[in-house]
């Protein structure tokens, strides 16, 4: 017996799980997160470890992480704090070969293959992302603070050999440099000692140093699913495969790497571990993904966009002499680079737009999935994976089971949305910021039914043709349902144009909130139904105006 459920009662529980566990749980779960505890405990549990029953095992390091941390709470600087906690608990201690955190990890049954040191760089990083796992999940950004104390990374420079492909970045930016004088001939000589300013074409340029790429990529490796007893070797795969993304860009490929984006109000059901198509993956989030931490972000649902990236320009920056202010060889934005930037972005966003909206439309009419975006970001291995761009939209932070009902019907409508034209891209952002983004319905009302007009929307008459041609899309058959659907359609359009003029106020009798809040989900759900019925008829799909859409429903040519 290890959960609550499996006893009589919550006493007989906390009984047997010991009030000295709990009460030393519970501070080190303030100083450390549940991520890191279940780590070292090499705990799977659906519930937390703060819900178990411990081994005698888990006991005793529990006791010893405590006692570790104890006299460390007592330093008042908190940046000195958290630095110290990092190394005590994640940087490397010579008499267990490998960190406290991972050696307790082992000693709880946790599962690490076995890592012979062979001198090769792969070698090395394999060791090291098995001895800082215990480190990232602690949240500390500062690697250098565990990583320049352990033996395998102080070796690591001197396995690179002369023609290492991670070095060639640095030897062409320097053979390419036309500075002279003391630094330049020192970057001569060893190039890799020289600090860059490569803009790459995801936009990002930040300075690039060659001895802080490793820490970087050991920062950004993540995993597809995250399995507590078996994550260090998961780790050690997505490590080396981000060591080989980086010797491609920096010998100058067109690589692709992750875009990971937050998303909020969403949650795969358990059976559904993640959702694989072209380009496109949804999964669960997990604690090594950027800005879910600890389950921070209350995002449960991470989505990943194959991208495509590479160094558009690279030049040597110039350090400043003492006494001078910082100089920066900022890289020029030529009008192809600004194009192929652009390029980037639009990509990204339209990929996005178009998975939400696949959701949007395969969850159904009742009970539609809404989802936002919350943050955003390209794994680059060669600077790190950036602080996740906060979306300013608002989100839900409960979330609603995607289930494999709606996973199974996503692989349908997931292609014909991609292969959307763009002449429906209007509509499409209009009844997604309806039903995801607005948090007043009035506004939600309104957005809804543009989506409406951008469907079957035409000059004059545009309220009959919209509501005339959504009657009949939607009732093709049932001549009495028409008639009432045509009624209903007619009254949310008139008290859209109501609102949108002034007439009606939001609150007054006749119009109450609550009244509102129904006709906008009612006429989001509506708005779904419409676009279903669209993307299902390719003669409707590819008619490239709204009032000739409306004119085939109604008069069939």
């Known amino acids: 017996m290890t959960h609550p459920s499996d006893f009589a009662n919550w006493d007989d529980f906390l009984e047997s799980q010991g009030l000295d566990f709990r009460l030393a749980h519970l501070e080190l ?26 081994t005698d095992v888990q006991r005793a390091v529990i006791a010893e992480a405590t006692a570790l941390m104890t006299p460390l709470l007592e330093i008042a600087d908190s940046d000195r704090r958290r630095i110290a906690i990092a190394q005590q608990f994640g940087g490397y201690v010579s008499d267990l070969g490998t960190s406290r955190a991972t050696d307790w990890h ?30 990232r999940l602690l949240g500390t950004t500062h690697i250098s603070a565990v990583l320049d104390g352990h033996p395998v990374a102080k070796s690591l420079f001197s396995r690179f050999t002369d023609d290492e492909p991670l070095g060639r970045l640095f030897e062409e930016a320097v053979a390419g440099s036309a500075a002279t004088g003391p630094e330049a001939l020192m970057n001569a000589e060893c190039p890799r000692w020289a600090a860059l300013f490569p803009l790459w074409s995801d936009g990002n340029h930040s300075t690039l140093q060659f001895h802080t790429i490793p820490g970087d990529i050991l920062n950004s490796a993540v995993v597809t699913k995250y399995a507590t007893i078996d994550v260090v070797e998961a780790v050690q795969e997505s490590t080396i495969a981000l060591l080989d993304l980086a010797r491609c860009l920096s010998a100058g490929e067109t690589v692709t790497a992750t875009t990971y984006v937050g998303l909020a109000g969403l949650r795969l059901e358990d059976e559904v571990q993640e959702i694989g198509f072209e380009r496109i993956r949804l999964r669960r989030s997990t604690p090594l993904d950027p800005g879910c931490l600890n389950g921070t972000s209350q995002v449960w649902t991470i989505a990943e966009i194959d991208t495509a990236l590479r160094c558009l320009d690279n030049k040597v920056q110039e350090s400043s002499r003492p006494g001078d202010p910082p100089s920066f060889a900022f890289v020029e934005r030529s009008a192809e680079h600004t194009e192929i930037i652009e390029a980037h972005h639009k990509f990204l966003a339209s990929q996005l737009e178009r998975l939400r ?16 975006a919350t943050f955003s ?165 590819d008619e490239s105006e709204s009032r000739l859409r409306s004119r085939r429903i109604l008069l069939g040519f």
């Open 29 to 54: 779960t303030r100083a450390c997160g549940t991520d890191f505890l279940d780590f070292i405990c090499a705990f799977d549990g659906k519930w937390g470890m703060h819900n178990a029953v411990p």
């Open 106 to 135: 082992v000693r709880c049954g946790g599962r690490v293959p076995e890592t012979a040191d062979d001198s090769t760089v792969e070698a090395a990083f394999r060791i090291l992302a098995r001895d800082f796992l215990g480190f």
């Open 357 to 372: 909206f696949s959701v949007l439309l395969s969850s159904g009419v009742e009970d539609a999935l809404a989802t936002t």
């Open 377 to 541: 970001t390209t794994a680059n291995p060669m600077t790190g994976t950036a602080t996740p761009a906060r979306s300013t939209r608002p989100h839900n932070s409960s979330a609603h089971e995607l289930s494999r009902e709606i996973a199974d019907s996503l692989s349908t409508w997931l292609p014909r949305v991609m292969a959307m034209p763009e002449h429906l891209s209007l509509p499409m952002r209009r009844l997604l910021r309806a039903a995801a983004e607005r948090d007043d319905p009035v506004d939600s009302l309104v957005d809804a039914v543009v989506c409406w007009e951008g469907l079957f929307g035409a000059n004059p008459e545009i309220k009959f043709q919209v509501t005339g041609a959504m009657s009949v899309l939607l009732e093709p058959s049932d001549m009495e349902k028409r008639q009432s659907l045509y009624k209903v359609l007619g009254d949310i359009y008139g008290r859209r144009s109501q609102v949108v003029h002034g007439s009606v106020e939001v609150g007054a009798r006749k119009f109450t909130q609550t009244d509102a809040a129904e006709q906008a989900q009612q006429t989001v759900s509506l708005g779904i139904a419409a676009f279903r019925a669209v993307l299902e008829s390719p003669h409707l799909t």
